[in-house]
């Protein structure tokens, strides 16, 4: 028995021996010319396969991935963040990315074998050691599903072309901000201090947002002044559908006169820009407002504290209440 143990430790030794060799004496090649020992990417590949399969998220947390709105805004994403490594549709990766180990498969490819949310977790996540990097703002999973809906789309072939991003930077910001709704917001309604300060928030992550945070990353540090004036309201007709009056009554009560434990949302966000402590948030798109407000009652953005506080005893019916109402107000 004894003489098993010792044969043991000895063969540990060895492969400890073996390990400082390769790691401390760089025995190991890390060419990416070499790719990978024979096996290794099977086994890499198999492990990767299975984690996301382990891991995806429930299709239950899913918002509808047929809105055009969540598509468009994620393929406005996927064209300054995806497309350096993985193309256009229709489009050629450079020759540089083809040559990464592994190489980030091209779009067409890379949406063919996984189910939505399995690519919900791979751009939320990223993996580990292949140059797929993570979403950029932890705890922002839910703006990840618009990037899905634009890759299920081209999965079945029927995504909108991507907008053309090579123009000035203020165009780049009203592709986004003037021809969308859903969850974008209107930026003519918003004061240009708030504008710049949002800016700067998006920029260094105190406010989180993926999509905020990449736009905002592109912007040369001297023109960032520029877009704070000067946007105009959505081109096209905002889309109202009609709306239960009892949930548009109940939205306003609310905002009006507020309860016992929620404040009136009017005292700080009615009234002209002089008098208002908050933003102006009349006639924003209601799927932003219903963000926006999760995000504070989940205190996932909690920089205002009484902000925090007016959200947090918020229940999903006042959201959608409080959504309806002022999205409809006049701004
Ligand atoms: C710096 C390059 C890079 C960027 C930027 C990048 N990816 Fe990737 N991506 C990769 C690489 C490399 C892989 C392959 C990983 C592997 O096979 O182990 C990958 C894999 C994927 C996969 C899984 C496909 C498969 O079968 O391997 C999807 C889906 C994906 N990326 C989507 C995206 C989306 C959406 C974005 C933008 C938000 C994005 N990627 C940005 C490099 C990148
Ligand atoms: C890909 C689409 C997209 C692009 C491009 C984009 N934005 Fe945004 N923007 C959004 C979304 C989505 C939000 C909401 C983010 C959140 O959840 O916090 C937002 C939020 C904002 C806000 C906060 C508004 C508020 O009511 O609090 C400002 C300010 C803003 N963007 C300015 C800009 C500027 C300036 C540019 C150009 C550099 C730009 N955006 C480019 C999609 C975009
Ligand atoms: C004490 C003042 C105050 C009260 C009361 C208040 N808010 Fe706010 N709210 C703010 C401030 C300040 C911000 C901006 C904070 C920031 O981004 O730093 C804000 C942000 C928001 C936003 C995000 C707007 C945007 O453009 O990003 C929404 C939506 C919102 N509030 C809705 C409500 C609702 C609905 C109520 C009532 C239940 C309410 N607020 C009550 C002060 C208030």
């Not at 990840?144 to 072939?157: C, F, G, N, R």
């Not at 009615?270 to 009349?282: H, L, S, V």
Request: hydrophobic content about 40%; some cysteine; charged content about 20%.
């Amino acid at each position: 028995m004894r003489r098993v143990f010792l044969t043991l430790a000895v063969l540990a030794g060895f492969g400890f021996a073996g390990a400082v060799a390769v790691v401390g004496l760089g025995l190991y090649n890390v060419s990416a010319q070499v790719g990978h020992w024979p096996g290794v990417s099977w086994v890499l590949h198999t492990t990767f396969r299975n984690s996301v399969a382990l891991r995806a998220p429930s299709m239950e947390d899913a918002p509808d991935l047929s809105d055009p709105d969540l598509i468009a805004l994620g393929a406005s994403h996927y064209a300054t963040a995806c497309t350096p490594c993985h193309a256009a549709p229709g489009e050629q990766r450079s020759a540089t990315m083809q040559a990464m180990v592994p190489a980030p498969p091209h779009i067409d490819e890379a949406v063919a074998h996984w189910k939505p949310n399995e690519m919900h977790w791979i751009v939320e996540n990223g993996i580990k050691m292949s140059g797929m990097p993570a979403w950029p703002a932890k705890e922002r999973d839910d703006e990840v599903w618009s990037v899905v809906a634009y890759l299920a789309a081209v999965k079945v072939e029927n995504a909108p072309t991507l907008p053309d991003v090579t123009g000035d930077t203020k165009s780049y910001c009203t592709a986004c901000h003037e021809r969308m709704g859903g969850r974008v917001p209107r930026l003519d309604i918003l004061e240009p201090d708030y504008i710049a300060e949002k800016l700067r928030e998006y920029r260094d992550g105190t406010r989180p947002s993926g999509i905020m945070a990449q736009a905002a990353s592109l912007v040369p540090t001297g023109e960032m002044a520029a877009l704070t004036t000067g946007f105009s309201g959505r081109a096209t007709d905002r889309d109202v559908a009609d709306v239960d009056p009892v949930l548009l009554g109940r939205g306003e009560e609310l905002a009006r006169r507020g309860t016992r434990d929620i404040p009136t949302c009017l005292a700080c966000h009615g009234g002209d820009a002089a008098n208002r402590r908050g933003p102006a948030i009349a006639g924003q798109p209601e799927a932003f407002l219903k963000v926006q407000m999760e995000l504070w009652h989940d205190g996932i953005y909690d920089a205002d504290p009484l902000m925090h506080a007016a959200a947090r005893e918020l229940t999903e019916e006042d959201i959608e209440a409080l959504a309806a109402y002022f999205s409809r107000l006049q701004p």
